[in-house]
């Protein structure tokens, strides 16, 4: 028995379904259901949500999820050998667990959302993280449908999302996540946590969606902080040609030196760019 509930241990769910975890498939297993009961409860209290977890695996997060309250867990597997341990956890929770067999990167969410408030949690699949962490920051229409993303990454990464103008983190994430949402890393996971322990440690990161940000739409904030920190040591006049015609016109009416250097120039300053090139490609 678990420590947070009467199904078998997670190693021993492992071994039954021959569950080695696949670097094709961005998997590194966490084991210690203390450990994804902490995670769970950092996105907060789950009683009436839905939540949306990518890679369940085994089902580790997945059961701390049920366990604490969730109304829903909609957990998206693409790796088809995880699917009959989750089917034994939907057992356990009756109507409170629907398994996708999908990449997650394909999948419409939205068809499988009963209205309930929803929120993502999940041990994301290294592979596939930082894209759909962009998709999920960039929609047309904005507040999203979630009310919170909680989230696994390397730390590497987790500080790029968090990272300020100036700092050497800071590029196309942190502007990407600044611009909508509040994000903040709540605390570290030690390799040793893992099957098989990657090489680098590991941090959670809670993003909160703003109802106030700078307008402007996300595949043009794309376009222009890909180029701008694309070549992030040169001057923005020089890195800004793969996307403005006239990048030294379009700095001048964001209020921009063209002589600036992309990791100078914050949230704003970007927003005003993408607007420039929206008013540029018409």
């Not at 309930?116 to 449908?145: C, E, K, M, Q």
């Not at 694309?230 to 015609?245: A, D, E, I, P, W």
Request: aromatic share 6%; hydrophobic share 45%; proline share 7%.
């Amino acid at each position: 028995m678990s420590a947070i509930d009467d199904l078998p241990p997670l190693r021993e769910v492992i071994r039954r379904h021959e569950l080695s975890a696949r670097k094709s498939l961005g998997q590194n297993f966490l084991l210690d259901l203390n450990l994804t009961a902490r995670i769970a409860r950092a996105s907060g209290e789950l009683e009436g949500v839905d939540v949306i977890e990518i890679g369940p695996g085994p089902g580790g997060l997945t059961r701390a999820l049920l366990a604490l309250g969730a109304q829903r867990v909609i957990a998206v597997e693409k790796d088809s050998r995880a699917i009959a341990a989750l089917t034994e956890v939907a057992a356990r929770y009756p109507g409170r667990l629907e398994v996708l067999e999908a990449d997650a990167l394909e999948a419409d969410l939205s068809l499988h959302l009963s209205g309930a408030p929803v929120r993502i949690v999940a041990n994301l699949p290294y592979n596939i993280a930082t894209a759909l962490l962009v998709g999920w920051l960039t929609p047309d229409s904005w507040p999203p449908f979630w009310q919170s993303l909680t989230l696994m990454f390397q730390r590497e990464v987790a500080e790029r999302i968090v990272a300020a103008p100036g700092s050497d983190a800071y590029g196309r994430l942190g502007v990407l996540a600044g611009w909508r949402t509040q994000p903040k890393i709540l605390f570290d996971v030690a390799p040793t946590a893992f099957v098989p322990p990657p090489k680098v440690t590991s941090s959670v990161v809670h993003l909160v969606p703003r109802t106030e940000y700078e307008p402007c739409e996300g595949r043009h904030l794309e376009a222009v902080t890909q180029a701008a920190f694309g070549q992030r040591r040169k001057m923005l006049r020089q890195s800004l040609k793969s996307v403005f015609r006239d990048p030294v016109a379009a700095l001048d009416s964001a209020g921009i030196e063209p002589t600036r250097r992309a990791e100078e120039i914050d949230v704003k300053g970007f927003a005003a760019l993408a607007r420039a090139l929206a008013a540029e490609r018409g």
